[in-house]
């Protein structure tokens, strides 16, 4: 299911131990991670690693890649020690495979010269 960035960054302050269940986000700490994600996401289209508009919902694919993206960005502004940071690569990855096309093999014929 596709999520808002508010959503996702709900749950990015949750990972982070900032939010207790059940209790809302301050509305401060949400626009930290919104415009964290304004970078994020025009870093990622400039890779085209996004095909969704940067003010549409997240779809259901890129949720946790985002997430994972969004939590090494932001851990140190809430005073977390960083330990997505290595989850960098692998989130970029797993957005990339997602939005590749299949491949379709071709097949091919020999000639002899």
Do not use: C
């Not at 949750?14 to 809302?24: A, F, I, S």
């Not at 415009?35 to 949720?63: C, H, K, M, Q, R």
């Not at 140190?76 to 990855?93: H, K, L, M, S, T």
Request: charge should be negative.
């Amino acid at each position: 299911m596709a999520k808002t960035i508010t959503e996702v960054a709900t749950d990015v302050l949750r990972k982070l131990g900032r939010l207790p269940d059940g209790q809302v986000a301050v509305a401060n700490q949400i626009a930290q991670i919104e415009y964290s994600y304004d970078g994020l996401y025009e870093e990622l289209a400039n890779d085209s690693l996004v095909n969704w508009a940067s003010t549409a919902d997240i779809p259901n694919f890129a949720v946790h890649p985002i997430t994972m993206l969004l939590l090494g960005r932001v851990a140190d502004n809430f005073g977390v020690p960083n330990q997505w940071i290595g989850f960098y690569n692998d989130a970029r990855e797993i957005l990339s495979k997602q939005l590749s096309e299949p491949y379709v093999h071709q097949p091919t014929q020999f000639e002899n010269f």
